[in-house]
Every structure is written in C-alpha cells, then in structure tokens.
C-alpha cells in the first residue's frame, strides 16, 4: 500500500486493485488509476525507498500519476475483501 497525503494506492504486483481517500476511508470505486499496471514498483523489501517518489499507472485509456508518496505499509487485512479484483457483480458496497 502506497500512500500519499490524501490516497491509499492498494496494489497486488503492479496492478491498482483498490484506491481508498485517508481522510474519509471511502474507497474510491471510480478512480482512474484502477486496474491499471505501475510503470514501476520498489523491489519487495524495499518499499521505503519509493517515499518522496511518485507511483505512475498505465492503461489503454489512461495515465495517473500520483502526488508524492508518503507513506508505505501493509493493509489490513480487512482492506483485502474491498479490492476491485474480490468484487462481484452485484457485490459493490460503498
């Protein structure tokens, strides 16, 4: 998870599987950046050192990139089941 001052980017790999706003805790289901690959990521276990960087998606239909990352850290677990990729038709709570 990648936070910036006002955005979680939730990522499994490269891909943007969920984006959530800090101050509300709402996730963010229309976002642009869903399901869209990171240009680049930190090695695993390096994470730390993306701080101050921005992260950068890509897609067929569009580019985000982020304001400055400024925090990086593990979800909790709870967060996983609100992901776009466990969602279902039908399944898609606020």
Do not use: K, N
């Not at 990522?11 to 996730?27: A, I, Q, T």
């Not at 890509?58 to 990729?85: H, I, K, L, N, Q």
Request: with cysteine; net charge positive; glycine share 10%.
């Amino acid at each position: 998870m990648f936070c910036t001052r006002f955005t979680e980017y939730h990522l499994r790999d490269d891909e943007c599987v969920g984006v959530r706003d800090r101050e509300s805790g709402e996730w963010m289901r229309g976002h642009a950046a869903l399901r869209l690959h990171a240009v680049q990521v930190p090695p695993r276990g390096q994470d730390r050192t993306w701080i101050g960087r921005r992260l950068q998606f890509w897609g067929s239909r569009a580019d985000v990139m982020t304001s400055p990352v400024v925090e990086v850290g593990r979800p909790e677990r709870p967060s996983v089941t609100r992901y776009v990729s466990q969602v279902r038709s039908g399944e898609i709570f606020g």
